[in-house]
């Protein structure tokens, strides 16, 4: 099975993808269909949950294909009675939590945080460096 080319391979996992849908088709023959206990049989985000905690406490990587299954469960059949998409933009973001427990929206490098910032590789005007040579 091929896969539209949408981002580098270093920033999506095939393997984690596949793992989702074979732990999915184990699931539909051992359990039955998604549909007939999600949402109103089973919580999904509680067993997302556990399954986090789980990781937390082993690494064991497995566990984290199961929180993305049972976070694709709630999607297709949520419990929240408020469920909806609705596209966001960057600003809405709660941003990403650095090892030192910050939260921001920065860019991984500072080349790439003033591209973030309206800047580019050749230009430093309206990004993170305040003047040339920065």
Same mark, same amino acid.
């Given at each position: 099975?091929?896969?539209?080319?949408?981002?580098?391979?270093?920033?999506?996992?095939?393997?984690?993808?596949?793992?989702?849908? @074979?732990?999915? #088709? /184990?699931?539909? !023959?051992?359990?039955?269909?998604?549909?007939? &206990?999600?949402?109103?049989?089973? =919580? *999904?985000?509680?067993?997302?949950?556990?399954?986090?905690?789980?990781?937390?406490?082993?690494?064991?990587?497995?566990?984290?294909?199961?929180? @993305?299954n049972f #976070? /694709?469960?709630? !999607?297709?059949?949520p419990r929240?009675?408020? &469920?909806?998409?609705?596209?966001? =933009? *960057?600003?809405?973001?709660?941003?990403?939590?650095?090892?030192?427990?910050?939260?921001?929206?920065?860019?991984?490098?500072?080349?790439?945080?003033?591209?973030?910032?309206?800047?580019?590789?050749?230009?430093?005007?309206?990004?993170?460096?305040?003047?040339?040579?920065?």
């Amino acid at each position: 099975m091929g896969r539209i080319q949408i981002a580098p391979d270093t920033e999506f996992s095939e393997t984690f993808v596949e793992g989702m849908a @074979a732990r999915m #088709a /184990m699931s539909y !023959f051992k359990y039955g269909a998604v549909a007939e &206990a999600y949402p109103l049989k089973r =919580d *999904a985000i509680a067993s997302l949950q556990q399954r986090l905690l789980k990781y937390a406490e082993t690494g064991n990587t497995e566990w984290l294909i199961d929180v @993305a299954n049972f #976070a /694709m469960i709630e !999607f297709m059949h949520p419990r929240h009675p408020h &469920a909806h998409f609705s596209p966001t =933009d *960057a600003d809405e973001s709660p941003g990403r939590t650095h090892l030192d427990g910050r939260v921001s929206a920065e860019a991984n490098t500072l080349s790439r945080e003033n591209i973030r910032r309206g800047g580019s590789n050749r230009r430093t005007d309206g990004g993170f460096y305040t003047r040339e040579g920065d």
